[in-house]
């Protein structure tokens, strides 16, 4: 295998890849100017790379764990001629790095891909896996039309892999010509290979039927305080191909045009991100207050499925976890104690919607005291009436089975004093969210709620999968 110099770059989440914009003035221009072009190249890699860079393969940072020794060629397989692109990617303990990816970008100023439709590669492995991610439009720079497909089966044999523009119209100068990720846990740790050939920009004719989404095409409701910005995710867009196959990509919101149905509650910025902007105005015919906006988005002039409905609320906020509200420091949402504790965990997506998944639940603590020197500061409560909750029991329940949340004053100090609320296994549900309002004061033995610092979760064993959402303190103005 021929290897290949890199450059290092910071690794980027896959998808929403973050986007940076800059923004300008529009300004007219005279007709003897002429507008600039950019070459409109399809290919990519056909035995040597096409019109890349001098590094081909620019790597995620090794200090993420990424493997800068497992890229290159191998002249002896390919799909079509000669050669082709050769991926290693390593086990887990491999001292050069547990995963590999990278990008390739183009040489000159970007390539007008608006004639084209779809990214296509053949692809095989020397086993069956699944690659994590594939795409194109990261450039380690804006990344502003990242596309990108996850978990892509991979067979020992030749495969044709389609990933669709969603809108190729926004691509007339663009530098990112592909995206890659992989690991080894689709396959136990086991190392493999993956080999590419025949890359480039295509227009097939076949990608139709789009279908673009937003928030993974659900229509949620939420309330936010005015001055909130509030990010829309799961942003994807849908295509039938020839063979009539779907495929969904991940799309960054720059492809998408977004509509507020009230600009006097809520805006929306390219970038996808909700501005509550003020608490409404009042309809002179009905007398009413009308605080709520819609936000809705399309790609190319066809709606995209999904919305978010907002309603500017007077609620004083201090959100522990929420997708909404802005959230204060935390020192983490699991705070381990060895020996005691048996509970994993971790925040998990949840069709657009982080949430905190815990499993093995005996008691578990959000912490916000300062851990190790963290600089996060206890939270002052005193002027909050109510902490709300929204909890998902994940398993069958038993009459016996109860929850109970603990709150922390003063959590590190020898004068610490806690209280706490139990909810009986009635008021819970299987696989259902419910939502809890608990006035602070039904916190048996909390005397003070100045210097909170921790709020645990307490089931005894009694229900071992639970998920949170939600998590914040208020009071009524």
Known sequence: MKKLSFKNHIALPLLGLMCVFATSCERGYSDDIDVATFPVSPDIFTDNPVGLTDEFFESFDPATGANTEGFGTDDNVAFKGTTSIRIDVPTPSDP???????????????????????????????????????????DFEENKYAVSINDVELS??????????????????????????????????VGYTIWIDE???????????????ILAGQDQTAQANVGVEVPLGGLTQTFNLGNGQDITVNATPAYFDFVTSNPFVASVNDLGLVSVDGPGEINSETGLLENTATITASIAGVEAAGSLTIEAS????IALFSDIYAEVPVD?????????????GFNVDEGGNEIIDYTELNFVAIEFYGREGSGVQPIDASEMT???????????????????????????LGNAVSGGFTISSGELATDQWVEFDIPLTSFN??????????????????????????IYFYSEN
């Open 96 to 138: 050069n790095g547990g995963y590999i990816g990278g990008i390739f970008r183009d040489r000159g100023d970007g390539r007008d891909l608006s004639g084209y439709d779809a990214l296509t590669f053949w692809m095989k492995g020397s086993t069956t896996a699944s690659v994590g991610t594939l795409g194109f439009g990261s």
């Open 156 to 189: 020992t044999d030749w495969r044709k892999i389609i990933i669709p523009i969603p809108d190729p119209s926004k691509l007339t100068q663009e530098r990112g010509m592909f995206i890659f990720s992989a690991g080894s846990q689709s396959t136990n740790g």
């Open 199 to 213: 890359m480039r920009w295509e227009n097939l004719g076949t990608v139709a039927q789009p279908r673009p989404a």
């Open 314 to 317: 007077d609620l004083n906020i």
């Open 332 to 344: 983490n949402y699991n705070g381990f104690y060895a020996e005691f504790q048996t509970t994993q």
């Open 386 to 412: 109510h902490l709300h909750i929204d909890v998902r029991v994940n398993e069958s329940l038993d009459p016996a089975d109860f929850l109970t949340f603990e709150l922390w004053n003063n959590f590190t």
């Open 445 to 470: 033995g909390l005397t003070a709620t100045d210097a909170l610092g921790a709020l645990f979760t307490i089931s005894d064993a009694t229900i071992g999968a639970v998920s949170l959402d939600n």
